[in-house]
C-alpha cells in the first residue's frame, strides 16, 4: 500500500524534471539568438503561432507546479482552472505532433472531407502573374493549363506573402532571362521543394508561413555548436562502428543523420544548403550580390549576411569545392575564432532564402549557371552544346541530392557540407565525360549507370521533373519514370483555401 503514493512521486519527479528541461531548452534558444533574427521568425511564425508556442509553454509551467504540490504534499489551488488549460495544451501537443510526424494529418484528414475540391481559382495578383508566365504561354491546350495551374498554387500556398512580394512567375522569368537558365527547370525545383522531404500536408494551421519541414530546418540553423564541433559526433560518423554494431541500413541512417546535422541546413522554396550553396554563390558571384554586398546595406537581416559572409569569406568554403578532402581539417581555433560569424551566416542565409523570393530565385539560378560551366568544362562547349536540352536540364537536376559513398567521410569543415552537396556534380561529370551514349542524336535519358548512389536526385527526382516537363513541351523524356503528383498537389490547395 505504501509503493504506490512513492511511485506516484518518482513519476512527478520525472514529469518535473522533463518540465525544467523543456522551459530551460527553450531559455537557451533564445538566449542564443541574434538582434537580427526575431524579425524574421515572427514573420515565419505569425502572432498565432506565437500565442500557440506560450500556450503550450502555459501548459509546462502548470504541470510543473503541479508537480511541485505532489512532491510537497500540498494541495494544488484552483484545480478546476489549471486541469481546463493542461486539457487544452495537451490537446494542442497532440495536434503539433501529428502535424510533425504524420504525412498527412488526421486533422488535414477531416478537413478534406469537407473541403470544395474544385478547380483552383487564383487571386487577382497570381491570376496575372500567371496568366504572363512564360511557360503558360506556349501552352496550347485546357489541361496542361490547368496542371501547371496546380503546380503554381502548390508553390504559393506554403508561403502566401513571400510571393506577394516577388511573384513566383515574374520572378522566375527574370532571373532565366537574366542567366539563360530553362524557365522550366527552375519552376520544378521550387515545385518539388514545396513538398518534398517533411512538408507533403503544407503549412502547418496557427503558424504564418512554416511547414514540418520548416519546423525542423529552424531548429537545425539553431544547433549548438558544442554539438556540431562535438568530437563524439565526429568520431561517429568517420568510424565504421555504427554499421558494423547496427547493420548497414540502420548504421548508415545514424551516420548519414550526425553528418548533415550541422548549419550547412536546406531551405525552400528551393532547398539550397545555407554554406555549400548559398556561401559558394556568393563566393564565386560577389557582382550579382552587390546590393546586398554594399556598405550602405542598412536591414538588418541583409548587413547581417554581409558583414558575417565577408569575415569568413576566405575560409568557410575553399576550392576544390568538388573534393573537399584535398584541405587539411580545421583545428579548434579555427572555430575559436569564426564560430559566431559561421552560425550568423547560416542563420541569415536561412531566413532570407525563406522569405525573399528574388534572392532565392538569384542563388538558385546562379548555381544552376555554375554546375552548367562545369559540365561544360569536363564534356567541352562543344559536346555540351550538341546534348538535347531535356538531357542538360536533367542533368542538373540529378545532382541535387546526396552523393551516398561520401557519408562518413567528413570535409575540412564540420559545419558545411560540400563533400555531400558538391560532390554529385562531380560524380555525374566525370561519368558524362566517358559515357559513349551521351550525344545529339539521343532518344532516351542518360544517366550513370550506378545512379543509385544519388538517392532520389537520379531517381525519384526526375520523375517529377518529367512530369513538368511534358506539362510544359508536351513530350516526356524517355527512360524516366513517370510520378503524378497533381491529385495530392491540388488537395492541399483545397485544404488551404
Not at 133 to 148: G, K, M, P, Y
Not at 292 to 307: F, V, W
Not at 350 to 375: G, H, I, P, W
Request: charged share 20%.
Amino acid at each position: 500500500m505504501r509503493f504506490q503514493p512513492q511511485f506516484g512521486r518518482v513519476i512527478a519527479f520525472v514529469v518535473l524534471v522533463g518540465c525544467i528541461a523543456v522551459l530551460a531548452g527553450q531559455l537557451l534558444a533564445l538566449l542564443s539568438l541574434f538582434a537580427f533574427e526575431y524579425s524574421p521568425l515572427t514573420e515565419l511564425l505569425g502572432v498565432r503561432g506565437v500565442l500557440m508556442i506560450a500556450c503550450l509553454d502555459l501548459g509546462v509551467l502548470l504541470g510543473g507546479a503541479r508537480m511541485i504540490s505532489i512532491l510537497r504534499r500540498r494541495p494544488f489551488p484552483f484545480v478546476r482552472s489549471s486541469n481546463a488549460l493542461l486539457i487544452v495544451a495537451a490537446g494542442l501537443f497532440l495536434w503539433a505532433l501529428q502535424w510533425m510526424f504524420l504525412a498527412m494529418p488526421l486533422t488535414a484528414r477531416v478537413a478534406l472531407r469537407f473541403a470544395d475540391s474544385g478547380p483552383i481559382v487564383l487571386a487577382p495578383t497570381a491570376a496575372d502573374d500567371f496568366t504572363h508566365f512564360s511557360l503558360v504561354t506556349r501552352l496550347s491546350d485546357d489541361s496542361s493549363r490547368e496542371a501547371l495551374r496546380t503546380m503554381y498554387a502548390r508553390i504559393r500556398v506554403n508561403s502566401v506573402e513571400v510571393f506577394e512580394r516577388h511573384p513566383l512567375a515574374a520572378t522566375i522569368d527574370k532571373y532565366a532571362s537574366k542567366y539563360q537558365i530553362d524557365p522550366a527547370y527552375l519552376f520544378f525545383r521550387s515545385y518539388l521543394n514545396s513538398w518534398y522531404g517533411e512538408a507533403p500536408s503544407g503549412p502547418i494551421p496557427f503558424l504564418r508561413q512554416m511547414t514540418p519541414e520548416t519546423v525542423r530546418d529552424v531548429v537545425q540553423v539553431h544547433l549548438p555548436s558544442w554539438f556540431v564541433e562535438s568530437g563524439l559526433r565526429t568520431g561517429t560518423i568517420a568510424s565504421t562502428d555504427a554499421p558494423r554494431l547496427l547493420g548497414s541500413h540502420l548504421g548508415f541512417e545514424i551516420r548519414y543523420a550526425l553528418h548533415k546535422a550541422t548549419l550547412d541546413v536546406s531551405s525552400q522554396p528551393y532547398d539550397l544548403n545555407t554554406f555549400s550553396d548559398i556561401f559558394l554563390i556568393l563566393k564565386e558571384y560577389p557582382g550579382e550580390f552587390a546590393d546586398i554586398l554594399s556598405a550602405a546595406q542598412t536591414d538588418p537581416l541583409r548587413a547581417a549576411l554581409r558583414d558575417a559572409f565577408l569575415a569568413v569569406r576566405d575560409s568557410a568554403l575553399v576550392p576544390p569545392y568538388l573534393d573537399a578532402y584535398k584541405t587539411a581539417p580545421y583545428n579548434a581555433d579555427f572555430y575559436a575564432k569564426f564560430r559566431t560569424e559561421m552560425r550568423r551566416f547560416s542563420r541569415a542565409a536561412y531566413y532570407l532564402c525563406a522569405l525573399d523570393f528574388d534572392f532565392a530565385t538569384r542563388v538558385q539560378s546562379l548555381l544552376s549557371k555554375f554546375e552548367r560551366n562545369y559540365y561544360v568544362e569536363r564534356l567541352g562547349a562543344e559536346r555540351w552544346s550538341s546534348l538535347p536540352a531535356w538531357q542538360q536540364v536533367a542533368m542538373l537536376a540529378m545532382v541535387r541530392d546526396l552523393y551516398r559513398p561520401n557519408v562518413g567521410h567528413l570535409g575540412y569543415n564540420v559545419y558545411a557540407l560540400p563533400e555531400l552537396n558538391c560532390a554529385p556534380l562531380e560524380f555525374v561529370a566525370s561519368s558524362a565525360a566517358a559515357a559513349t551514349n551521351l550525344g545529339k542524336n539521343q532518344e532516351t535519358l542518360w544517366r550513370p549507370d550506378n545512379y543509385d548512389v544519388l538517392w532520389a536526385g537520379a531517381g525519384y527526382q526526375l520523375s517529377v521533373l518529367n512530369e513538368v516537363w511534358t506539362v510544359v513541351y508536351g513530350h516526356s523524356m524517355h527512360g524516366v519514370g513517370k510520378t503524378s503528383t497533381t491529385d495530392a498537389a491540388h488537395e492541399i490547395v483545397v485544404l488551404n483555401r
